[in-house]
């Protein structure tokens, strides 16, 4: 099983920018898709971005598509969540998850969870 490791959060201003990292280790990314959630307190897991194994299809939810950019390198088994012009509301914890290789906005198709990390947009 896939084992994952988030990093890069912090503090930016608005209309700042983030890059989150998500690194696996235990197998290849070849057959995972691995997803970008958040998740606000009291609120359902979101699915804001996905990038599925086969031919790396990606995936944005509505409210980031143009500002931000998954992306992936196979060899360094990492998978990146480039956020650009962030918003106030994009604060929360993000998450990366991984799932057999297809890409599902549902949370819970995901068997593998990293631990978190905090984005926090605010001047």
């Known amino acids: 099983q896939l084992q994952l490791v988030e990093s890069g959060g912090g503090l930016v201003q608005p209309g700042g920018s983030l890059r989150l990292s998500c690194a696996a280790s235990?197998?290849?990314?070849?057959?995972?898709?691995i997803g970008w959630f958040r998740q606000a307190p009291g609120k359902e897991r979101e699915g804001v971005s996905c990038?599925?194994?086969?031919?790396?299809?990606?995936y944005y939810l509505d409210s980031v598509k143009g500002r931000f950019t998954i992306s992936r390198d196979i060899a360094k088994k990492t998978v990146y969540l480039q956020m650009n012009s962030l918003k106030p509301e994009d604060t929360v914890v993000y998450y990366c998850a991984a799932r057999f290789y297809h890409c599902s906005g549902n949370s819970r198709e995901y068997n593998s969870w990293g631990q978190g990390t905090q984005v926090t947009v605010s001047s």
């Open positions: 235990g197998s290849t990314l070849n057959y995972y898709a």
């Open positions: 990038i599925s194994s086969r031919d790396g299809s990606t």
